[in-house]
């Protein structure tokens, strides 16, 4: 239609311009269409008045003083009531490019009446107008794109879009992704999108799986549920995570049995034409919006991912330009590390496995590897960097030893082990944190005489018995054993880690040892010198140790019947069993039974562990705090850590090792576990250093109580 026709048109007629098509309004030319035009339009509320978006060409337009900043426009603006300045400012907002961020929001409101209406009314009714819908969502979007800063704007052009999507749907299951939506992590969402609702609805009345894309759309788009930080701060691994476990527990994913409440469409415009809510007909479907119990369980395994999330979230905000570091990738929880792909990580896992070379473990220059980590000092790493190493290999399908989280030394100079670990994710558990010391003090002993494979299998498949360790550590004890035959370890952390273990648990520690050295070969020299550094250590004297090593390579147990004499013809009597075959040279025989009757004699097998690490029932830590005084986060030996800390502001790093082993505790897990409770309460980590650690005193006063 031309300008000419729309401009002459009957006072009780008026016409939508569409997209693209060019007229001239008091003399502005408007190319973008997409608003009415018209003297007279009635309002959709059923008392009538006129339609607020109509561009009235009879008004006049003062466009000598455009009024930009919108001091006419109320509430609800409506063209007729603005003044001159302000339809002058309109019009010409109108014929630019419409995406000027200094006009008045009022002018975009005004502009996005006539959308609306268009939409919601006349494409409704009319072939013609449902066929623009496509160009006016895509109008909606540049839009939101623009003006979607401000709040008002982004909640109703948001809710507006995601109606004109449900509109243009096919019926039928949903094939693809589900429809975008933002929801800021500051406020709730005020409704739930009825696009999204249409495509859960169509799954629920097919009872077809609900992918989990799906799933987590709708557990975000619920307004009565609210996600922590990382699901905002890191938005793609939050939904790779989610997609991870949600899958794990749902297979190809949950199916809801179809309830009784039907979608019910209704949609609050922004424009004062329509009445409270405009009704929308949309196909008969199961509402999932009416059900609870299936968002408690996706709430579940959300909070899950949040909490695995939470130390890289918190080191994400403090280092944002990273991400895709070794440092940052190390924090990933290891569904998640072990498939990061970035340049370092790549160039990493090709070194190691350049190692390795197809072998379950090989030695390397400790140092070679070291120069590989983001270290703050090139070449030498502190206990927090070796442990964010360590632990980003674990989650790879890779070990290192030295390992920092099982009681060994900062990687540096000299050699270490790498490995491959049996299971993604095996760390340093509760297990390790009792038995570190003793299989530090063991590997020690088995070295010196552990130098052949074979030797070092049934060395490894010993201690794992004995300490009680899962099968999938048996690499990490190989491994550990290899390293301590070429490294000659220092025994200090041990010795600091035993320190207030009673004179019972260290004499049962030392027959044991005794036992590891004994089992596999004749005591030479240098395992007998092992023994005695380990002896020292266990303040114990080294004569006993001696009068073990006769007992055990002397005497075995009689396992099998002693021949007494050899068989010789005469009257048959009780049979004389055959002695068992001489173990052929160089052949490690390992007798698991005669070992596990061997630490039955000395009494401290089973219950080995329990005995030495027990904090709370021996009497040798502080007694925790009752649980009502201690800070939010922070129960039992965290607590108690917390307060010793609190009474001087410098801590050295050994005497703060010495204090977390005498809570039970790990040195590495306990500071970060205080830190994250401090960035979380306050902003600040509440320790900071690493041979010398010092006490933040505003973030200690926050977590105390």
């Not at 929801?183 to 999108?193: E, I, K, M």
């Not at 896992?349 to 590897?369: F, M, P, R």
């Not at 030295?402 to 270490?416: E, Q, S, W």
């Amino acid at each position: 239609m031309r300008a000419r026709e729309l401009s002459e048109q009957r006072p009780d007629d008026a016409a939508w311009v569409p997209g693209g098509q060019a007229v001239q309004v008091a003399g502005a030319a408007i190319a973008g269409g997409n608003f009415y035009l018209g003297q007279s339009l009635r309002s959709m509320r059923p008392y009538g008045g006129s339609e607020p978006a109509l561009v009235n060409p009879a008004l006049s337009v003062d466009f000598a003083e455009p009024d930009w900043s919108g001091e006419c426009l109320g509430y609800w603006p409506q063209y007729s009531e603005l003044t001159p300045a302000g339809r002058a400012a309109y019009l010409s907002w109108l014929s630019g490019p419409r995406e000027s961020t200094q006009v008045a929001i009022g002018y975009v409101f005004l502009y996005f009446y006539g959308l609306e209406r268009r939409a919601l009314v006349d494409a409704i009714a009319s072939p013609a107008g449902f066929g623009e819908l496509p160009r006016i969502a895509a109008e909606v979007e540049r839009l939101l794109g623009i003006y979607g800063s401000n709040n008002s704007f982004q909640r109703y052009a948001s809710n507006f879009l995601s109606v004109l999507r449900g509109l243009l749907e096919r019926s039928g299951m949903p094939q693809g992704p589900p429809p975008p939506f933002e929801r800021d992590p500051s406020h709730l969402l005020s409704f739930f999108p009825l696009d999204l609702r249409l495509g859960l609805g169509r799954f629920v009345l097919a009872r077809h799986p609900i992918p989990a894309p799906w799933a987590l759309a709708w557990l975000q788009a619920s307004p009565e549920v609210y996600l922590r930080t990382p699901a905002f701060r890191c938005p793609d691994e939050f939904a790779q995570l989610f997609s991870i476990r949600y899958n794990q527990r749902f297979g190809e994913g949950m199916v809801i049995k179809p309830n009784k409440t039907r979608i019910r469409a209704s949609y609050r415009a922004a424009s004062s034409s329509f009445g409270p809510e405009f009704h929308i007909p949309v196909e008969d479907l199961p509402d999932v919006t009416a059900l609870t119990a299936p968002v408690k369980v996706l709430k579940g395994i959300a909070d899950e991912c949040t909490d695995a999330l939470d130390s890289y979230s918190r080191w994400l905000g403090r280092n944002s330009t990273r991400q895709g570091s070794l440092a940052g990738a190390a924090l990933l929880p290891p569904e998640l590390a072990h498939g990061a792909s970035s340049g370092a990580l790549d160039e990493l896992t090709q070194w190691l496995e350049s190692q390795l070379a197809y072998q379950a473990e090989a030695v390397v220059d400790a140092a070679e590897l070291v120069r590989r980590w983001p270290a703050q000092t090139p070449g030498k790493l502190t206990k927090s960097e070796a442990s964010a190493l360590a632990q980003l290999l674990n989650a790879r399908g890779y070990g290192v030893e030295p390992d920092v989280r099982f009681a060994g030394p900062v990687l540096g100079a000299g050699h270490a082990v790498v490995f491959r670990v049996d299971g993604l994710g095996a760390g340093a558990g509760p297990a390790w944190a009792s038995a570190a010391a003793v299989f530090q003090l063991a590997a020690a002993v088995a070295a010196p005489g552990a130098r052949s494979d074979a030797v070092l299998d049934a060395v490894a498949d010993q201690i794992q018995a004995a300490l009680h360790l899962p099968p999938s550590e048996h690499n990490r004890i190989h491994a550990h054993l290899r390293w301590a035959a070429i490294s000659n370890p220092s025994l200090n952390a041990a010795k600091r880690a035993l320190g207030g273990t009673d004179s019972v648990a260290r004499e049962a520690i030392g027959t044991f040892l005794v036992d590891v050295a004994t089992a596999n070969s004749d005591v030479g020299p240098e395992q007998v010198s092992a023994l005695t550094k380990a002896y020292k250590v266990l303040d114990l004297e080294p004569a006993s140790m001696y009068a073990l090593i006769h007992e055990r390579t002397s005497r075995p147990p009689a396992l099998e019947p002693i021949v007494i004499r050899r068989a010789r013809p005469g009257v048959p009597g009780e049979v004389i069993l055959p002695p068992p075959p001489a173990a052929a040279p160089n052949t490690v025989v390992l007798d698991q039974d005669a070992i596990r009757a061997k630490l039955a004699e000395s009494a401290k097998a089973a219950a080995l562990l329990g005995e030495i690490f027990a904090d709370e029932e021996d009497g040798s830590s502080p007694p925790a705090p009752p649980e009502s005084s201690a800070p939010p986060g922070l129960r039992g030996a965290y607590a108690s850590l917390l307060r010793e800390l609190s009474a001087r502001p410098v801590w050295s790093h050994d005497d703060f090792v010495d204090l977390t082993s005498q809570l039970g505790l790990l040195p590495a897990a306990a500071i970060e576990t205080l830190n994250e409770a401090a960035l979380e309460k306050c902003g600040e980590p509440v320790l900071d250093g690493d041979d010398v650690l010092e006490i933040n005193p505003a973030a200690l006063n926050m977590l105390l109580p």
